[in-house]
């Protein structure tokens, strides 16, 4: 129901896009944070580089590091995204028993999906020292 939300993204590119506005500047942390694997994330920002919606350019010296930016259209398609699956929830939640109990309820679990990431990163990162 979230990606019939808007047309303008797919849900994979509503992710993406969504992951490098909230910070993620290299297509390794993308992949990483959202557990895709590289062809994916590659494809998917080479799509959205092509629509104009992401820029990218190299990291300092590091040629085979590249950072992630979103366009000024970019953000606007992502605020839109959000703005139209925001009022898809809150209309699905109003048709339920107890609604802001609901979206409480989803705030907790994207509170928990966020500690999971932390945690996993951390694991991820010791396992590599």
């Known amino acids: ?5 808007s047309t303008e993204l797919s849900l994979a590119n509503y992710r993406v896009l969504a992951a490098i506005g909230s910070g993620d500047e290299r297509a390794s942390r993308v992949g990483r ?3 895709l694997g590289k062809p ?7 799509s959205l580089c092509l629509r104009g919606l992401v820029s990218r350019s190299s990291v300092g010296d590091d040629h085979r590091a590249v950072a992630l930016k979103l366009t000024v259209e970019g953000q606007a398609v992502l605020d839109r995204v959000e703005r139209a699956m925001i009022e898809r929830i809150s ?4 048709r339920t028993p107890d609604g802001p109990r609901l979206m409480e309820a989803l705030s907790w679990l994207g509170r928990a999906m966020d500690d999971a990431l932390v945690q996993r990163t951390a694991v991820e ?3 590599t020292r």
């Open 1 to 5: 129901m979230l990606e019939k939300a």
């Open 33 to 35: 944070n959202l557990a």
């Open 40 to 46: 994916t994330v590659s494809a998917t920002v080479d």
């Open 91 to 94: 209309d699905l939640s109003a």
């Open 125 to 127: 990162g010791n396992a």
